[in-house]
């Protein structure tokens, strides 16, 4: 039978939870990292014993630490478990925090500067890795992506980081503006039928689409409307909390905006809007159903300035006809005097049959769903914020 | 030997408990004391010095001899009690948040 395991980051470690394809009874096992923002922990398709996890402190910095035997013990790439930590002439190995933008010569993208709140030009500067995407296709291969804005990729493990400069030199970087949270490249999807194409999002810049495996890119944000920026249908700017697609059809592209629900069937040239009868359309995670290409859930959340579900009430809502018409999911799930919020990884799917949902909350709840959403239980209730959730199926 | 002092969460990363003891040469200076401890436990690359730029970290300060060294030149040669080991050099994590 098949078995579970729930990647739980949070603002203070780590948190894996287990259990088996029934996923009615869980093993929670953590904090790893206690006390540190533990931002994204995602594990290898081909190797699920390998997970990667972005570990970070406002005082000291950004830590890259890696698992290979699915969480049991942790190690920074560049330092094994066990070996010297320094090379024989006594130089340091901690190669695996370092995020250096790409300004050589080789890579042609000066370093040039992005807008900034007061409206003036600001130069890049590395912050932390808000999401680590591993490859579809090699264990060693996983990307990166930071704040301020850029994609990274390390093809040994983690070891080492380079930058993808094509896509914060592509041209409209000086265009890009940190959102209140900050300039995040947040969302990275790599098509499972071409892994040259990728996607990313970033706050506030929008979608951004490769054809060459990350050289070159171009913006692909035509269709979103963004009242809150000067000109509302400009070709960068937009705040695009999360994208997601079904890997059976990635032309298709949904969208969770800061408001509006939005779909792509053009791999993102043209977007529309799809938020038809939700009660709100501002929110931050969208997540497509495993089995299901048209259907698609989100949590609405009150507005840009409430961060918290309409009316108290924590309800995910799906749509089985790819956006428009949304139907509450609310069995098992506070239906008065909730006021957390999700956040953008925060949720995601596994692909047993019936298909399991997942969500974290800013109150520290873990919520699964073995039916498709249908009902809900607390897998734990009292974690730190949850920052994110990732599943991952193994025998 | 100087004795360095570092905060909790930097102690788990590099597995250490206590003060940790540090040869360095004469004079020992804030960039000295730092290379030798990062290259003793080069797991706190980039968690006290900005790994690209070998600045302080904006939220880390370094105490010595009950003086604040933050500011200071990191070639400035440290006070004799930190240099000959009777004082530790502490490196604190700033106070942030309520």
Redesign the interface.
Known sequence: MSRIRVLVGTRKGAFILASDGKRQQWAVDGPHF???EIYHLKGSLVDPNRIYASQN???????IQRSDDGGKTWH?P??PAGEP??TPE?????ES??F?YDTSASSGHTLTTHLWYDGTQHPWE?KRVWHLEPSLTDPNTVYAGVEDAAMFRSTDGGQSWHELSGLRGHGTGPKWQPGAGGMGLHSILIDPKNHQRMFVAISAAGCFRTEDGGKNWKPINRGLRSPYIPDPDAEVGHCVHRIALHASRPDVLFMQKHWDVMRSDDGGDNWYEVSGDLPTDFGFPIEVHAHEPDTVFVVPITSDSLHYPPEGKLRVYRSRSGGNDWEPMTRGLPQENCYVNVLRDATCVDSLDPCGVYFGTTGGQVYASADGGESWNAIVRDLPAVLSVEVQEFE | MIRVVIPYHLKMLAKVSGEIELDVASPATLRSVLDALEAKHPMLCGTIRDQTTGKRRPMIRFFACEEDWSNESPDKPLPEKIAGGAEPLLVVGAIAGG
């Open positions: 206690a006390g540190w402190s406002s005082w000291f910095g950004q830590i920074q560049g330092t930590t320094t006594g130089f340091p190995k901690a925090n370092k250096v590395f």
